[in-house]
């Protein structure tokens, strides 16, 4: 999906929603046990009930390979059950050497060779431009770099200042020398409010992928007020305060109505850039 | 593994060497493309021929993952196959935000989650201590954090200098505000030469875990004048020089070959050492 796809899929939708798949077994309605998948059952039920809510959605590789061969099995199912025109995300933190990062952008951009076919895959920036440049080799996938994380602990490296620039900032600016708003989008955390209004400076049109509003207490508001381009420029992910709003029958539809308060959240935002 | 428990297997083996299996299915010798699963074959064969001769196997997660359910598959079956008294190391450099950092060390550490149970995994630090924490509650097991790797990229962040600290030192040492000897190395690239002068005054008892040697070009006497501790406090990884060596069927042999040249030429710096 090229920029302008998922641009035009945030007009139809009128949201710029991602919603995070972190299917944690153990936290799962207690009568998807009995499935045959039950991780992939709720999957199912959660994307056929917010699919019309959302543009993308992220699947965290973590809460997969912790199960093994069978969370792989979980991942692959749920990834081909995703509707063909949404935007998704395997939010796998990788990046290694040049050579290895080749095998990775293969495990998640190459259907053939992975069974798996996402449209961007978030990257560790650490390693540098080799560590991140064999990602950009495929047309119309998007690397998505770590830059400002949402978690407290971002602060130990993140914010270090070197020549006048915090590490966060030189990643945003290094790495715009091998990418562009084309193929690259960074990870900025909803938890960081005003740091958005900064990164704007640097990168004033890329999108920029938010975790952190719902659970993590970000504020989609601030977030659209210093981080919302003309484009929109923004997708927002939430995901335990969605798809575990209910832990009863009624998750689907729970989780549906979660959504929908955010997508009209959203919707007004959109509203006020013409969207 | 405990230290002692692999300071043991060093001085058992009169080796520090580890085997990186970063098997690609394109390059090994083609009469194994008959097998039923050809890379875990390749390792298999590798394995017997070397296992007397290292202390380690480093699976690299990429070469696997690349293919989907069948990679997860010859992972798992190459796991179980590692001897027990090995030093298995899941070279994954993952990381996370604190609840999905320890889905990752399920992954690679418990063995009832995931079939997984490596003594150590490679972790990126770039999202700081709650991304880590999370691999340091499994008593006697190790992450292995990125701090100066062998790529040439690895100078786009890692020497940023803040506060007179380059980033990689400023990873070692504000990691063991997290960590100590007993559950931490730091992987440092062989291609560094004299850095490790500088990193042992860091960590001056700290294991490195050193990658780089064979393929990459950097050279074992170097790492052994600068990094080498009193109880060794290294483990060097080769994987293409070693598991590529031939591509007849004679492979497993001239792996076993090149192995023993390494092991011999590590002998010889452990006895000025004295073990």
Redesign the interface.
């Known amino acids: 999906m090229n920029r302008q796809q998922l641009i035009e899929q945030i007009k139809i939708k009128k949201s710029f929603l991602s919603i995070g798949l972190?299917t944690?077994i153990n936290k799962i309605p207690k009568h998807l046990l009995g499935f045959n998948d039950p991780v992939f059952e709720f999957n199912k039920q959660i994307i056929d009930a917010t699919k019309n809510l959302c543009v993308s959605y992220k699947i965290?590789t973590?809460?997969y390979?912790?199960?093994?061969?069978a969370?792989?099995?979980s991942l692959?199912k749920t990834f081909n059950h995703l509707p063909k025109d949404i935007f998704s995300i395997a939010d796998a933190?990788?990046?290694?050497?040049?050579n290895?990062?080749a095998?990775?952008a293969?495990?998640f951009f190459?259907k053939q060779?992975?069974?798996?076919n996402f449209n961007a895959v978030t990257v560790?920036?650490?390693?540098?431009?080799?560590?991140v440049k064999p990602f950009l080799n495929y047309k119309d996938k998007w690397t998505i770099l770590?830059a400002l994380?949402?978690?407290?602990?971002?602060?130990?490296?993140?914010f270090?200042?070197?020549?006048g620039k915090q590490?966060f900032e030189?990643?945003i600016t290094?790495s715009q020398e091998w990418a562009n708003e084309d193929n690259m989008m960074y990870v900025v955390g909803a938890t960081k409010g005003k740091a958005f209004a900064d990164i704007r400076k640097l990168a004033p049109n890329h999108f920029l992928l938010v975790p952190g509003v719902g659970a993590?207490g970000g504020s989609l508001a601030d977030v659209c007020q210093y981080g919302m381009t003309k484009d929109c420029g923004l997708i927002v992910n939430s995901s335990r305060a969605i798809i575990y709003a209910s832990n009863g029958e009624d998750f689907a539809e729970v989780a549906k109505k979660e959504a929908e308060k955010v997508q009209q959240e959203m919707e007004k935002e959109l509203k006020a850039i013409g969207f």
Chains 1, 2 share one sequence.
């Open positions: 972190d944690d965290n973590a809460f390979e912790c199960r093994g061969l969370g792989w099995q692959i933190k990788r990046g290694d050497i040049g290895t990062s095998m990775y293969e495990a190459n060779s992975s069974d798996l560790a920036p650490y390693m540098g431009a080799d560590s770590l994380t949402s978690n407290d602990s971002s602060k130990d490296f993140q270090l200042s070197s020549d590490l030189t990643v290094k993590q």
